[in-house]
């Protein structure tokens, strides 16, 4: 992975996306991606039950625990590093996975527009 400081969507250097599942294709916490991610694991993104359910459909099962790969197996409200052409799969036939953008790396933009993703942003609730 590059030592250079990748970036979020807004421009500024991406944060977090989640600890506890432990997410990111390097399995650090963030979505941050090299030559070496193949899936482009960039899109933070807030789990709900239709998404979840989209991508055992079809074919990712991000619900069932995996010890093997430490993978917990995931629910909703939970984050996680998400491929992002999945996400813009999902977007177009109807299913909203929302977007944490500061933690949403710079990369998916050449797929979406920053309008799209402000416009599915997360909001954490009042």
């Known amino acids: 992975m ?5 970036l979020n969507v807004l421009g500024e250097p991406l944060i977090p996306c989640s600890m506890d599942p432990l997410t990111g294709f390097f399995r650090n916490g963030c979505c941050q991606t090299d030559a070496s991610d193949r899936g482009s694991h960039v899109v933070c993104a807030v789990m709900t039950s239709e998404f979840l359910e989209f991508s055992l459909a079809k074919g990712n099962d991000l619900i069932t625990p995996r010890p093997e790969f430490q993978f917990p197996g995931l629910k909703p409200g939970d984050r996680w590093c998400l491929c992002g052409l999945r996400w813009v799969e999902a977007l177009r036939e109807g299913v909203v996975a929302q977007v944490v953008l500061e933690a949403t790396h710079e990369k998916i933009l050449d797929h979406v527009s920053l309008e799209t993703l402000v416009h ?3 909001r954490a609730p009042a």
């Open 2 to 6: 590059t030592q250079t400081t990748q």
């Open 120 to 122: 599915h942003a997360y």
